[in-house]
Nanobody
Framework: QVRLVESGGGLVQPGGSLRLSCAAS????????MGWYRQAPGKQRELVAT???????NYVDSLKGRFTISRDNAKNTLYLQMNSLKPEDAAVYYC?????????WGQGTQVTVSS
């Protein structure tokens, strides 16, 4: 059974940083394309960043330079380092693994950016 568990969200002031983690079980994250998505209230879920099986990384253009996706294969954990956070970054952040026949999602972790 595939399970993705996000953590690391919380309340941060504008300009602050957070590191999100996604602990995977039932799959090896190095063998799946993985990604982070986010969904703000009243908006559709949107892509943040992806990392392919061979390490190819892509970011949404608007987030380049502030967000960094990485993974630790030994810990089977995906990360998202978020710096210089803005109020518009507030959302529920989801971890995703793209299987051959289905996508797997975590339950999400809330990020709030407010002074």
């Amino acid at each position: 059974q595939v399970r993705l568990v996000e953590s690391g969200g919380g309340l941060v002031q504008p300009g602050g940083s957070l590191r999100l983690s996604c602990a995977a079980s039932g799959i090896g994250i190095s063998t799946f394309p993985m990604g982070w998505y986010r969904q703000a209230p009243g908006k559709q879920r949107e892509l943040v960043a992806t990392i392919g099986r061979f390490g190819l990384i892509n970011y949404v253009d608007s987030l380049k330079g502030r967000f960094t996706i990485s993974r630790d294969n030994a810990k089977n954990t995906l990360y998202l380092q978020m710096n210089s956070l803005k109020p518009e970054d507030a959302a529920v952040y989801y971890c995703n693994a793209k299987g051959d026949t289905q996508d797997y999602w975590g339950q999400g972790t809330q990020v709030t950016v407010s002074s």
